[in-house]
Nanobody, 124 residues
Framework: VQLQASGGGLVQAGGSLRLTCAAS????????MAWFRQGPGKEREFVAV????????LYSESVKGRFTISRENAKNTIYLQMDNLKPEDTAEYYC??????????????????WGQGTQVTVSS
């Protein structure tokens, strides 16, 4: 599975961005897809995950209510809509995938496939 993340940029606090992750190489609809992020000097942390059907999602407490994960299986793509961004959201954002039969997960080591990161910078 190859994953390609895009959509990062510089935004002011309170603003919005939408990240995109395009997948190829395996039946996309069978994959659990997630977003992680890694801020400067920090460990990579879970942000959100979505089931293959799109019917189940999980969010970290720090983004719940501000970020929305979604997917379009017909386009082999997932999205992360980020609203009301805060300076502490500044990080490199990564998309990740794991086989769908394994279920949702929020730990880095649970994911087999990773894309390159896309940088999000939120200014105060």
């Amino acid at each position: 599975v190859q994953l390609q993340a895009s959509g990062g940029g510089l935004v002011q606090a309170g603003g919005s961005l939408r990240l995109t992750c395009a997948a190829s190489g395996r039946t996309f609809s069978s994959l659990i897809m997630a977003w992680f992020r890694q801020g400067p000097g920090k460990e990579r942390e879970f942000v959100a995950v979505i089931a293959w059907s799109g019917g189940s999602t999980l969010y970290s407490e720090s983004v719940k209510g501000r970020f929305t994960i979604s997917r379009e299986n017909a386009k082999n793509t997932i999205y992360l809509q980020m609203d009301n961004l805060k300076p502490e959201d500044t990080a490199e954002y990564y998309c990740a995938a794991r086989p769908g039969y394994l279920g949702l997960a929020s730990t880095r080591n649970d994911y087999n496939y990773w894309g390159q990161g896309t940088q999000v910078t939120v200014s105060s």
